[in-house]
């Protein structure tokens, strides 16, 4: 059940195989087996990618509420410790500025899980790619996930102090007129995301032009601290940049709205144990973190 599951999940034999750590042609051979027991074709395959048939969907289903109750059952016991691979992914800096310090000990608590960490701004498709679950700064537009904030992280609004000498130090939104900004294109709508600024308890959105549009943080960032404009990101990414003088925070009485951050895991699973043992860990790294 568990390795069918994996497979209707990947939409790929191999990949499957290797999350449970098997041969590809074990995988195989284990769901015709399974195909033969039930006498019904669960998976429509083609060399590219596999798809459940009506019967495979109904079982699968059925196989996600089993498997979430043998788990439940067993993690009852007291001897019984979460264990498997987990799949998370997050943002690179979030990823090495609050959880690695703390993961040797999350690993020493719990030496029979393994995590698999991916790392990026895009979005993911936690059940196709097999992705256990997500962080992700922002609100989530995907209404088949289930969210759980982690924290709220402040936000700047900075430029380097080159540009500032070029286009003058703004006092104020209303200032802004021949100021640019460093364009960051949105993964979720693909279209640049205007500035921030909150005045007089209401939030006003302001569209500057600019030279450069990125999909990258870490991109952006860069480009601010050479010059090509205005950036608002959150207050811990440039933490450094404001200490060093290379970048400089301006209208800091008019400040961005707070951007929550979230955890996201898909709402038709069972909260296995192993990923309840990751969100409480994090759950606590976040609340306790200067964001």
Partial sequence: MRLFVRVVERRNFTAAAADLGLPRSTATEAIKQLEDHLGTRLLDRTTRHVATTLDGQAYYERCLSILGEVEDAEAGFRSAEPRGLLRIDAHPLLTQRFLLPELPAFLERYPEIDLHIGQGDRLVDLVREGVDCV?????PQDSGMIMRRLATISEITCASP?????????????????HQAVGFVSSRTGEILPLEFTVAG?????????????????TAAALARLGFGLLQAPRYRLEQDLADGTLVEVLGDFPPT?????????????LAPRLRAFLEWASRIFAEARL
């Fill in 258 to 270: 707070p951007t929550p951050l979230f955890a996201l895991y898909p709402q038709n699973r069972q």
């Fill in 202 to 218: 209401k939030v006003r959105q302001v569209a500057l032009p600019g030279r450069v549009r990125v999909n990258n943080s870490d």
């Fill in 135 to 139: 962080i992700r700064a922002g609100e």
């Fill in 162 to 178: 080159l540009y500032l000498k070029r286009r003058g130090v703004p006092g104020s939104p209303d200032a802004l007129g021949g």
